[in-house]
């Protein structure tokens, strides 16, 4: 039986590691899952949390999927699916990869019959939606529209925003389920499957608590079979490369909290470059911490994984202040 494939997609920061850690938990509990993890650098911090929860992960970095087809890509799925015989396969592409070309990916033709793309969900925050449309749109419009599912993350957190969030979706995407209800209050259930629980439980909504399946969608149960023209070493757009830039840096330094919102607040004056994302795991005064950090957004809590490393993903980066300021190397 072929393996199905499970496709997360999302910009920068929308919650794609978070919406994997929920699914594993909740749909995936009692199947064996491997995930493809394509992170936009040379370390991956999120392969590193999921690695903690016990799931199979296997890297493919430096360019997109895509890039990868006629080797690296093609090759993985099928080391995964011989060595692990896994049920499921997660895909997490890189925040600043184009949706469109792991589609092309998946429809390689000697894939199909070892794995079928299931569902493809892409995740959007509702608080930049607008933001990232209006300075990123080549990338985040190709996510949304070539979505099955569009869930909406941090409605809780920016209620004002969920409406508006909403419609530029939809405006975008006609046809793909729409969940905007609060992750707190959502299962795995109703993100595979928007269809079966929109009937079951949403047929009323209270402000902000759209759920939403548009006409021709073909996630969850209907075993959606993507189609896309072959994609070789040709000539097409990714772009990536281009418009970021990416910095990885090693630190074996210990940071107190303080401390490391104190060269947080540095990093935002500039000098560094814009930084549209940073995350990582380093030491901290009693184990290590994950920091998660956007424009205005700072998250730094306990975990279990352990990495001395960094990832700061923006435009004109400058490594060498970026090392001195978090003592890297």
């Known amino acids: 039986m072929a393996a199905e494939l499970y496709v997360i997609s999302g910009f920068l920061g929308a919650g ?53 087809l006629s080797g690296d890509f093609v090759k993985a799925l099928k080391e995964l699916l011989d060595r692990f015989r896994p049920d499921k396969i997660i895909i997490e592409p890189s925040g600043v990869g184009k949706l469109s070309d792991i589609i092309k990916a998946c429809s390689d033709p000697r894939l199909k019959p070892l794995a079928t793309v299931k569902c493809k969900i892409t995740v959007a925050d509702v608080k930049r939606c607008k933001l990232y449309l209006d300075n990123f749109g080549e990338f985040f419009e190709d996510q949304i529209k070539h979505a099955d599912v569009v869930l909406l993350s941090r409605t809780e957190t920016f209620p004002d925003k969920v409406d508006s969030a909403y419609k530029l979706v939809r405006e975008l995407n006609a046809h793909s389920a729409i969940i905007a209800k609060a992750w707190s209050r959502i299962t795995a259930a109703e993100i595979l499957h928007p269809e079966h629980e929109h009937h079951k439980h949403h047929k009323h909504h209270g402000h902000g608590e759209h759920c939403s399946h548009g006409q021709g969608c073909s996630c969850g149960h209907h075993g959606a079979q993507v189609h896309g023209e072959h994609c070789s070493s040709g000539h097409h757009n990714h772009g990536a490369e281009d418009i970021f830039d990416t910095v990885t840096i090693r630190t074996k330094r210990i940071f107190s909290r303080e401390d490391l919102k104190a060269r947080v607040s540095k990093m935002e004056q500039g000098a560094k470059g814009t930084i549209l994302r940073a995350k990582g795991i380093v030491r901290g005064t009693s184990g290590w911490v994950n920091l998660q950090y956007l424009p205005g957004d700072l998250k730094i809590t306990k975990c279990a994984a352990g990495g001395d490393m960094l990832c700061f993903i923006g435009r004109n980066l400058n490594r060498q202040e970026l090392v001195i300021l978090f003592g890297g190397e």
């Open 16 to 68: 794609k590691t978070t919406l994997i850690q929920k699914l594993l938990k909740e749909a995936f509990r009692n199947e064996k899952v491997v995930l493809i993890e394509n992170d936009f650098g040379e370390i991956s911090i999120d392969a590193a949390l999921l690695k903690s929860s016990g799931v199979e992960v296997k890297e493919i970095n430096a360019g997109c999927i895509c890039c990868s």
